[in-house]
C-alpha cells in the first residue's frame, strides 16, 4: 500500500498523465475536483481519473464558496491585474488549495500534488497556500519533475496507457475555466504576432456576430457586493451564470494580454470573462458616485496591490487580511444600481444611482435651484493659490526671464 496523496484534479491532460506517473511512483492517488463552474462532466473527469490509476475520485462544488468568498471580494476590491486580467485562475487556486489540504486531513494523506508546470504561476499559488494552510504536507508536481518536458509527449504518453484526454495535437489549447473567466494559453497563442483564432473562444461572440441593437441592463450594489438584477434580487452564482451568457452574446470579456509573470517571462494569455468585466464596470460606476476624491485614490492603490497580491499566491497572509479590512471598509457606502449598456464588445455604465451619492444636482447644476455660492471661488481660490505665488515670486520667476521656462525646467 503506497502513501496518500491528494491530487487537484482537473480533467485535463496534464493531471490525467500525472495520476498514471504518481502511481508508479508508488503513491495512492485520491483525485480531487472542486466545481468553481467545470468546463467538463465530473462523470467524465471521475472515469478519467479511475482509468488513469486512482484510488479514489471526488468532486467538491464549490462554486457558491468562490464566487461569495474570492470572486466577489475581489469586485469589491478592483482588482485587476495589470489593469487587465479579472484573476479568474488566480481567485481559484486558494480555494483549491484549501479543500485539498482538508481532503488530505480527512483521509491522513501525507502529501498533496497539482498538475502545474515549473514555468508557470499556478505552481507558486498551489504551494505558498498548502504551505501556509499545512506546512507538514509533502507537495508533488510531477510536471516539473518528469520527463515529458513537451505536450506532444504528454498526449503521446496519454495514448501509450490508454488514458483518454480531451486534447489531440491538432488542438493544443491550453484552457482553465472557472465561473469568473476563462484562461486559454499555448498553440499558435505563442506567438504575440498571431491574431487570436476564432476558435479559442466558448464564451463570447465576436463584434462582428455579436447583435447590432444594444441591451440595457440594471446591476443593484450593496455594500460594494451584487444583490440583483435588473431589479430582481439573485444569488452570486446565477448572477454571474446570467450575465457571462448574456454579455458574453454581445461580445463583451475578451483580453489579449501580454502578461509578466510572477516566476519572470512574459506570457501571451488570452481571457474570457464577460461577467467579470461587466460587473467590475458596474461597481466602478457606483464607487464613482459614492467614494470621495481621497478614498477613490487611495483605493485604486489598493486595488493595484490587492490583484498583484492575488495573482502573487498571498490569499492566505496578514497582508491580505489588512487589504481586505481596507476594502470592506471602503464599500460600507457603496450602495446603489448602475445602468449598463452592452454593445459590440463593450459594457459601458450609462447611468447611476445610489442613497449614499456625493453627488448633489443642486450644487451641480447651471439651471435654476443652484444652491452653489460662486461668490466664496475667488477668496477660495486665494488661500489655495498661495503657496504658489509665493515659491513664483521667491524662486521661479527669479531664476529666468522666459516663463516657458519654468514648465519644462530650464534655468538661465
Same mark, same amino acid.
Given at each position: 500500500?503506497?502513501?496518500?496523496?491528494?491530487?487537484?484534479?482537473?480533467?485535463?491532460?496534464?493531471?490525467?498523465?500525472?495520476?498514471?506517473?504518481?502511481?508508479?511512483?508508488?503513491?495512492?492517488?485520491?483525485?480531487?475536483?472542486?466545481?468553481?463552474?467545470?468546463?467538463?462532466?465530473?462523470?467524465?473527469?471521475?472515469? %478519467?481519473?479511475?482509468? !488513469?490509476? &486512482?484510488?479514489?475520485?471526488? =468532486?467538491?462544488?464549490?462554486?457558491? /464558496?468562490?464566487? $461569495? *468568498?474570492?470572486?466577489?471580494?475581489?469586485?469589491?476590491?478592483?482588482?485587476?491585474?495589470?489593469?487587465?486580467?479579472?484573476?479568474?485562475?488566480?481567485?481559484?487556486?486558494?480555494?483549491?488549495?484549501?479543500?485539498?489540504?482538508?481532503?488530505? %486531513?480527512?483521509?491522513? !494523506?501525507? &502529501?498533496?500534488?497539482?498538475? =502545474?508546470?515549473?514555468?508557470?504561476? /499556478?505552481?507558486? $499559488? *498551489?504551494?505558498?497556500?498548502?504551505?501556509?494552510?499545512?506546512?507538514?504536507?509533502?507537495?508533488?508536481?510531477?510536471?516539473?519533475?518528469?520527463?515529458?518536458?513537451?505536450?506532444?509527449?504528454?498526449?503521446?504518453?496519454?495514448?501509450?496507457?490508454?488514458?483518454?484526454?480531451?486534447?489531440?495535437?491538432?488542438?493544443?489549447?491550453?484552457?482553465?475555466?472557472?465561473?469568473?473567466? $476563462?484562461?486559454?494559453?499555448?498553440?499558435?497563442?505563442?506567438?504575440?504576432?498571431?491574431?487570436?483564432?476564432?476558435?479559442?473562444?466558448?464564451?463570447?461572440?465576436?463584434?462582428?456576430?455579436?447583435?447590432?441593437?444594444?441591451?440595457?441592463?440594471?446591476?443593484?450594489?450593496?455594500?460594494?457586493?451584487?444583490?440583483?438584477?435588473?431589479?430582481?434580487?439573485?444569488?452570486?452564482?446565477?448572477?454571474?451564470?446570467?450575465?457571462?451568457?448574456?454579455?458574453?452574446?454581445?461580445?463583451?470579456?475578451?483580453?489579449?494580454?501580454?502578461?509578466?509573470?510572477?516566476?519572470?517571462?512574459?506570457?501571451?494569455?488570452?481571457?474570457?470573462?464577460?461577467?467579470?468585466?461587466?460587473?467590475?464596470?458596474?461597481?466602478?460606476?457606483?464607487?464613482?458616485?459614492?467614494?470621495?476624491?481621497?478614498?477613490?485614490?487611495?483605493?485604486?492603490?489598493?486595488?493595484?496591490?490587492?490583484?498583484?497580491?492575488?495573482?502573487?499566491?498571498?490569499?492566505?497572509?496578514?497582508?491580505?487580511?489588512?487589504?481586505?479590512?481596507?476594502?470592506?471598509?471602503?464599500?460600507?457606502?457603496?450602495?446603489?444600481?448602475?445602468?449598463?449598456?452592452?454593445?459590440?464588445?463593450?459594457?459601458?455604465?450609462?447611468?447611476?444611482?445610489?442613497?449614499?451619492?456625493?453627488?448633489?444636482?443642486?450644487?451641480?447644476?447651471?439651471?435654476?435651484?443652484?444652491?452653489?455660492?460662486?461668490?466664496?471661488?475667488?477668496?477660495?481660490?486665494?488661500?489655495?493659490?498661495?503657496?504658489?505665488?509665493?515659491?513664483?515670486?521667491?524662486?521661479?520667476?527669479?531664476?529666468?526671464?522666459?516663463?516657458?521656462?519654468?514648465?519644462?525646467?530650464?534655468?538661465?
Amino acid at each position: 500500500m503506497g502513501k496518500k496523496l491528494v491530487l487537484a484534479y482537473s480533467g485535463g491532460l496534464d493531471t490525467s498523465v500525472a495520476v498514471r506517473w504518481l502511481t508508479d511512483k508508488g503513491y495512492d492517488v485520491i483525485a480531487l475536483t472542486v466545481d468553481v463552474g467545470l468546463d467538463r462532466d465530473p462523470a467524465v473527469a471521475e472515469e %478519467r481519473a479511475l482509468a !488513469a490509476g &486512482a484510488i479514489e475520485y471526488r =468532486c467538491i462544488d464549490a462554486k457558491d /464558496d468562490f464566487i $461569495r *468568498f474570492f470572486a466577489f471580494p475581489a469586485l469589491a476590491a478592483g482588482a485587476m491585474y495589470q489593469g487587465r486580467y479579472p484573476l479568474a485562475t488566480a481567485l481559484a487556486r486558494p480555494l483549491i488549495a484549501k479543500l485539498m489540504v482538508d481532503v488530505a %486531513r480527512e483521509v491522513d !494523506a501525507k &502529501a498533496v500534488g497539482h498538475g =502545474c508546470t515549473g514555468k508557470g504561476n /499556478d505552481q507558486v $499559488r *498551489f504551494d505558498v497556500s498548502t504551505q501556509a494552510l499545512a506546512p507538514d504536507l509533502e507537495i508533488v508536481a510531477p510536471v516539473r519533475e518528469w520527463e515529458l518536458k513537451t505536450r506532444e509527449l504528454e498526449i503521446e504518453y496519454a495514448e501509450k496507457h490508454d488514458i483518454p484526454v480531451p486534447v489531440t495535437k491538432a488542438s493544443p489549447y491550453s484552457v482553465d475555466e472557472n465561473l469568473w473567466g $476563462r484562461s486559454i494559453e499555448s498553440g499558435p497563442l505563442e506567438d504575440p504576432w498571431n491574431e487570436p483564432p476564432e476558435d479559442v473562444y466558448a464564451w463570447t461572440k465576436s463584434v462582428a456576430d455579436a447583435p447590432d441593437d444594444p441591451a440595457y441592463i440594471e446591476v443593484s450594489f450593496e455594500h460594494g457586493i451584487p444583490t440583483a438584477l435588473d431589479g430582481k434580487e439573485i444569488a452570486g452564482v446565477a448572477l454571474v451564470e446570467r450575465l457571462n451568457e448574456l454579455a458574453g452574446e454581445h461580445g463583451i470579456g475578451r483580453i489579449d494580454h501580454m502578461e509578466d509573470r510572477l516566476v519572470g517571462i512574459k506570457s501571451r494569455e488570452i481571457y474570457e470573462a464577460p461577467a467579470a468585466v461587466t460587473l467590475l464596470a458596474a461597481h466602478q460606476a457606483i464607487e464613482r458616485m459614492t467614494l470621495s476624491k481621497t478614498q477613490l485614490r487611495t483605493k485604486a492603490v489598493i486595488a493595484r496591490e490587492y490583484a498583484e497580491l492575488i495573482y502573487d499566491g498571498l490569499w492566505f497572509t496578514a497582508h491580505h487580511q489588512d487589504l481586505a479590512s481596507y476594502v470592506q471598509s471602503s464599500q460600507r457606502h457603496v450602495n446603489g444600481t448602475t445602468r449598463l449598456r452592452l454593445h459590440k464588445g463593450q459594457a459601458t455604465a450609462v447611468g447611476a444611482k445610489s442613497p449614499s451619492s456625493l453627488y448633489a444636482t443642486s450644487l451641480a447644476t447651471y439651471e435654476k435651484g443652484d444652491q452653489y455660492d460662486q461668490s466664496a471661488a475667488k477668496g477660495f481660490i486665494h488661500i489655495w493659490g498661495l503657496p504658489v505665488r509665493v515659491q513664483a515670486q521667491k524662486q521661479l520667476l527669479a531664476q529666468s526671464d522666459e516663463p516657458l521656462h519654468i514648465a519644462s525646467g530650464e534655468t538661465q
